[in-house]
């Protein structure tokens, strides 16, 4: 099983989770988040962490091709 399967697979049931319990979406992405944050920054700088959610927050549009794609 791959990395990004058992993160789905948790990622899905935290969500139905707290939907269930009459939580929003959001609360719980924004915990896992911090989550996720903390943990790279057991292993990896500040700057290379801050770093890799600019990257992501750059190019989380689903309409935009990523700047190294070609046409």
Do not use: W
């Not at 990004?4 to 969500?15: D, G, L």
């Not at 996720?36 to 290379?48: C, G, P, T």
């Amino acid at each position: 099983m791959s990395a990004t399967e058992i993160a789905t697979r948790h990622f899905t049931a935290a969500i139905a989770e707290a939907e269930a319990a009459g939580q929003g979406a959001d609360g719980v992405c924004r915990a896992l988040l911090g989550l996720i944050v903390s943990k790279y920054l057991e292993s990896r700088s500040v700057a290379d962490v801050q770093s890799e959610l600019r990257f992501v927050a750059d190019n989380c549009d689903p309409d935009t091709d990523f700047t190294f794609m070609r046409p």
